[in-house]
């Protein structure tokens, strides 16, 4: 089985601009989680689609936002980008209990 | 406020003996914990879980034992190998949430 994939895997954007990320999970995986890793804050939550609809949502600004397709691929946005938004995205799908990672994708705001 | 510590920011160990990563968390309310493994430039690989239900999870050279009245959970790797030099997390969750919450990691160095 295929494992999660992200696109891009890296991101160069100025301050302002706004930025699509995109994840396909796990075939038969309904759930779709996207995270930020920073080197100050670490691994923080950002939200989570299951059958297009968010059902949780961590403590990020309304800039960060996120919608799932039907076929349970995912994507995130940011807008308005600021230099603190520099970080390795990951997305992470799941059937049961566990979440499997996909590679990330770099961004890097300047 | 951190919920999920991993107070080691880095182990040294031997190859061939036994590592031992510790995790401590707050919140009474996770009832799940997972660790994971994860390289430079890649996504977090899923190791091992374990439910509050339980004490005591194996699967091959790894174990991870909790230890719920001291909210403490670690994870064994036993024989360690070159392999397993990688940063590891440990993640708790409320079952139903899926809202992992990370502990920093901690920087595992097997030496030969």
């Known amino acids: 089985k295929a494992g999660v994939t992200q696109t891009p895997r890296y991101l160069i954007k100025t301050r302002g601009q706004q930025v699509t990320l995109s994840c396909s999970p796990i075939?038969?995986?309904?759930?779709v989680s996207w995270y930020q890793q920073t080197p100050g804050q670490g691994l923080q939550f950002l939200f989570e689609?299951?059958?297009?609809?968010?059902?949780n949502k961590g403590n990020f600004p309304g800039r960060f936002s996120g919608r799932q397709f039907s076929n349970s691929r995912s994507e995130m946005n940011v807008s308005t980008l600021e230099l603190g938004d520099s970080a390795l995205y990951l997305c992470?799908?799941?059937?049961?209990?566990?979440?499997?990672f996909g590679p990330g994708t770099r961004l890097t705001v300047t | 406020d951190q919920q999920v510590k991993q107070n080691s920011p880095s182990l040294s160990v031997q190859e061939g003996r036994i590592s031992i990563l510790n995790c401590d968390y707050t919140n009474s309310m996770f009832d799940y914990f997972l660790w994971y493994k994860k390289y430079p430039a890649e996504g977090p690989t899923f190791l091992i879980s374990i439910s509050s239900i339980k004490d005591k999870n194996e699967d091959g050279r790894f174990t991870v034992f909790l230890n719920k009245s001291a909210k403490h959970l670690s994870l064994h790797i036993v024989p360690s190998q070159p392999g397993d030099s990688a940063v590891y997390f440990c993640?708790?969750?409320?079952?139903?949430?899926?809202?992992?919450?990370f502990g920093q990691g901690t920087r595992l160095t097997i030496n030969p």
């Open positions: 075939s038969g995986h309904r759930s």
């Open positions: 993640a708790a969750d409320v079952q139903g949430a899926q809202k992992l919450v």
């Open positions: 992470a799908s799941r059937a049961n209990y566990e979440q499997y």
């Open positions: 689609y299951f059958s297009e609809t968010q059902r």
